[in-house]
Nanobody, 123 residues
Framework: VQLVESGGGLVQSGGSLRLSCAASGFSFVDSDIGWFRQAPGKDREGVSCIGSRDGIHYAESAKGRFTMSSDNAKKTMYLQMNNLTPEDTAVYYC??????????????????WGQGTQVTVSS
């Protein structure tokens, strides 16, 4: 299994970034997929999740600003992040599982993680 993130970087407050995660080694179309983030000194938290059976879910912090999507043909998931603030600074990870999403925008369990990509938002 491989999950390879890209698209992180440094952006000013109010700016946008689009993260990508290319997946291989598992049945992408049948899986639940999600994005997490971990800020310095904080626990890893779910940002968004697409369940194979129950649609897209977002954390409150992501609603209205972030959009998660996926391309089954490319086996790639995306996270479009708009109106970024310094509070969004974190390492962002993609992940997958077969255990579904919760209503808070997080995979219930994670089978595998990507290596993470740094997002830094300057004020």
């Amino acid at each position: 299994v491989q999950l390879v993130e890209s698209g992180g970087g440094l952006v000013q407050s109010g700016g946008s970034l689009r993260l990508s995660c290319a997946a291989s080694g598992f049945s992408f179309v049948d899986s639940d997929i999600g994005w997490f983030r971990q800020a310095p000194g904080k626990d890893r938290e779910g940002v968004s999740c697409i369940g194979s059976r129950d649609g897209i879910h977002y954390a409150e912090s992501a609603k209205g600003r972030f959009t998660m999507s996926s391309d089954n043909a490319k086996k790639t998931m995306y996270l479009q992040m708009n109106n970024l603030t310094p509070e969004d600074t974190a390492v962002y990870y993609c992940a997958w599982s077969y255990y579904g999403c919760n209503s808070y925008g997080s995979l219930v369990r994670v089978n595998d993680w990507g290596q993470g990509t740094q997002v830094t938002v300057s004020s």
